[in-house]
């Protein structure tokens, strides 16, 4: 994620639907990945056994996983949990959205929350 991006995570407002936000959030950051990793055209050298594209793509990694974390950091220890859930819900449904046919995530059931 660049600095922009990093910076809406960490400015976004508490809102009614938080875990909207954190799924809304994980969609972001998947697609996020996957447009550094076709600009980069990573898929192509790790293939050959390349090391420098090992290391671009753990900066991408590294990079949304830095920014993820801070946006959970600034939630309520009681709701990382579930906004945790709804991220990684928001990441496996941007990965499958284009197989799923007439999906609305505002239908989804909310993430329960987690038992620590």
Do not use: C
């Not at 910076?7 to 972001?28: K, P, W």
């Not at 898929?43 to 959970?72: C, F, M, N, T, W």
Request: charged fraction near 35%; charge should be negative.
């Amino acid at each position: 994620m660049d600095d922009a991006e990093d910076r809406d995570l960490n400015d976004m407002d508490e809102t009614e639907d938080s875990g909207l936000d954190a799924f809304n959030i994980g969609q972001r950051a998947f697609a996020t990945v996957e447009s550094e990793w076709k600009s980069l055209r990573i898929d192509r050298r790790l293939g050959r056994g390349d090391r420098p594209s090992q290391h671009d793509a753990d900066e991408i990694a590294q990079s949304v996983a830095k920014g993820l974390l801070r946006y959970l950091s600034n939630r309520p220890p009681e709701d990382r949990h579930s906004l945790a859930g709804e991220l990684f819900r928001g990441i496996f449904f941007q990965r499958l959205g284009p197989d799923i046919k007439d999906w609305d995530p505002e239908r989804l059931d909310p993430m329960p929350p987690g038992n620590d």
